[in-house]
Nanobody, 124 residues
Framework: QVQLVESGGGLVQAGGSLRLSCAASGRTFSSYAMGWFRQAPGKEREFVAA????????LYADSVKGRFTISRDTAKNTVNLQMNSLKPEDTAVYYCAADLQTATGVRRYGYDYWGQGTQVTVSS
């Protein structure tokens, strides 16, 4: 079992920044890859970013590439999502997720555990 708790969401103006964090517990943090997803009202959940177990491999959705940065802190058992140059279309509930099956890389699907989500609202 892996427990995930997101934090850091809020309301920000377009062009601003937010930093989301996800605290993980329950299993050795370095034994799973991590990802961030989001779901806007009326839309399906979509992949945002992922980071491998080692932190050496990352993957981003085209819509956030160059604006968002995913990182992991093994000392604190957290994965972070730094979001810069935010746009109104980034408004969504953001979820972190753990992938226990991918050994060395990252993927956009097949995650095993999910957090409860944190709301991000970007005003125009």
């Amino acid at each position: 079992q892996v427990q995930l708790v997101e934090s850091g969401g809020g309301l920000v103006q377009a062009g601003g920044s937010l930093r989301l964090s996800c605290a993980a517990s329950g299993r050795t943090f370095s034994s799973y890859a991590m990802g961030w997803f989001r779901q806007a009202p009326g839309k399906e959940r979509e992949f945002v970013a992922a980071i491998s177990r080692s932190g050496r491999v990352t993957l981003y959705a085209d819509s956030v590439k160059g604006r968002f940065t995913i990182s992991r802190d093994t000392a604190k058992n957290t994965v972070n999502l730094q979001m810069n140059s935010l746009k109104p279309e980034d408004t969504a509930v953001y979820y972190c997720a753990a992938d226990l099956q991918t050994a060395t890389g990252v993927r956009r699907y097949g995650y095993d555990y999910w957090g409860q989500g944190t709301q991000v609202t970007v005003s125009s």
